[in-house]
């Protein structure tokens, strides 16, 4: 079974909102975002994980689209 994870493009005066990430060893800059919770839509799950990593409120204003990955989350 595929983990199914999203991310927020956050743009705010031309500007791409990235984040820290240190897990598994590798420190990489990326996106918010994480793992989609069972019972959770993407919408709900781009929300909460966006609010747990950078502390904002936001709301998902549009779907970017789908893509596969070999992250070490999923």
């Given at each position: 079974m595929e983990t199914?994870?999203?991310?927020?493009?956050?743009?705010?005066?031309?500007?791409?909102?990235?984040?820290?990430?240190?897990?598994?060893?590798?420190e990489r800059i990326e996106p918010p975002g994480g793992k989609v919770e069972a019972g959770e839509t993407r919408e709900d799950a781009l929300v909460r994980e966006v609010t747990e990593e950078t502390g904002l409120a936001v709301q998902s204003q549009s779907y970017f689209g789908a893509f596969r990955t070999d992250s070490p989350e999923g």
């Open positions: 199914e994870l999203v991310a927020g493009l956050i743009i705010r005066d031309r500007r791409l909102l990235l984040v820290r990430n240190a897990k598994y060893s590798v």
